[in-house]
């Protein structure tokens, strides 16, 4: 038993360092690098439970080393990008030394820190209200306050799921987080294909934007600094934004 889940788990590693050749692969893979620190943790207890137990394989044990090692990629990487994060930074932003954002210091001096993963991100509490409204969609966005008062930044957040999926409500946790360290946040919900084909999302994000510039003074929100944010499908959303802005 212990030799088919530890090769398994060989197979499912091997996915944080090759292409996965299918779309069910893919979203395997990511979840394998994003939670590869929980892989790795039953990895480890399943070599160490083989050993205690008598039941040694030197070809289960080779598989489970291998594995362990291709599970800790995606940390060893993210602990080398951290150390130099903070120059790259300081160096893409010059221009924005005079901006103050609450803890700054403390993250950006410390981008990477292993304690970190095991910890949560205190909740931030939001406010759900309709940015727009067509004929046949009404479209709504998640309002995250910033915990610092006064005028302040604001990210316009879009979700992922390849243009056809997801909602506003994907990774909270982030949303929280930017609250925390001194931006609003605006996840918004936009209309999703096969129904709408593109511009539509390009259309929604941009309506987004000019609900919340018509609401600045109601949000708190400094009307000069705005940020659009996206994963994935969303990325690709907010670029084209930024670039058909007028």
């Given at each position: 038993?212990?030799?088919?889940?530890?090769?398994?788990?060989?197979?499912?590693?091997?996915?944080?360092?090759?292409?996965?050749?299918?779309?069910?692969?893919?979203?395997?893979?990511?979840?394998?690098?994003?939670y590869?620190?929980?892989?790795?943790?039953?990895?480890?207890?399943?070599?160490?439970?083989?050993?205690?137990?008598?039941?040694?394989?030197?070809?289960?044990?080779?598989?489970?080393?291998?594995?362990?090692?291709?599970?800790?990629?995606?940390?060893?990487?993210?602990?080398?990008?951290?150390?130099k994060?903070?120059?790259?930074?300081?160096?893409?932003?010059?221009?924005?030394k005079?901006?103050?954002?609450?803890?700054d210091?403390?993250?950006?001096?410390?981008?990477?820190?292993?304690?970190?993963?095991?910890?949560?991100?205190?909740?931030?509490?939001?406010?759900?209200?309709?940015?727009?409204?067509?004929?046949?969609?009404?479209?709504?966005?998640?309002?995250?306050?910033?915990?610092?008062?006064?005028?302040?930044?604001?990210?316009i957040?879009?979700?992922?799921?390849?243009?056809?999926?997801?909602?506003?409500?994907q990774?909270?946790?982030?949303?929280?987080?930017?609250?925390?360290?001194?931006?609003?946040?605006?996840a918004?919900?936009?209309?999703?294909?096969?129904?709408?084909?593109?511009?539509?999302?390009?259309?929604?994000?941009?309506?987004a934007?000019?609900?919340?510039?018509?609401?600045?003074?109601?949000?708190?929100?400094?009307?000069?600094n705005?940020?659009?944010?996206?994963?994935?499908?969303?990325?690709?959303?907010a670029?084209?934004?930024?670039?058909?802005l007028?």
């Amino acid at each position: 038993f212990h030799l088919i889940v530890l090769t398994l788990f060989f197979l499912t590693a091997l996915l944080i360092v090759f292409k996965a050749p299918t779309s069910e692969l893919w979203l395997l893979a990511v979840i394998t690098s994003e939670y590869s620190m929980i892989f790795a943790g039953l990895t480890s207890l399943l070599l160490l439970t083989n050993f205690y137990a008598g039941s040694f394989s030197l070809v289960g044990t080779i598989l489970g080393l291998i594995a362990l090692v291709l599970f800790l990629l995606p940390i060893i990487n993210a602990y080398f990008i951290g150390q130099k994060l903070p120059s790259d930074l300081e160096k893409a932003f010059q221009q924005m030394k005079h901006v103050t954002i609450k803890n700054d210091q403390k993250l950006i001096n410390r981008p990477f820190n292993i304690f970190k993963l095991l910890q949560t991100i205190p909740k931030v509490s939001f406010r759900t209200l309709t940015y727009v409204t067509y004929d046949d969609a009404t479209l709504t966005l998640d309002f995250y306050g910033s915990v610092v008062t006064g005028k302040r930044p604001c990210v316009i957040v879009t979700h992922g799921g390849s243009w056809t999926s997801g909602n506003n409500k994907q990774l909270p946790e982030l949303n929280s987080h930017l609250a925390q360290a001194g931006y609003h946040c605006a996840a918004i919900n936009y209309r999703l294909a096969p129904r709408w084909k593109c511009p539509a999302p390009i259309e929604d994000t941009t309506a987004a934007l000019t609900y919340l510039r018509q609401h600045a003074n109601e949000l708190n929100i400094d009307q000069n600094n705005f940020v659009l944010l996206g994963r994935s499908a969303g990325g690709q959303i907010a670029v084209l934004t930024a670039y058909t802005l007028h």
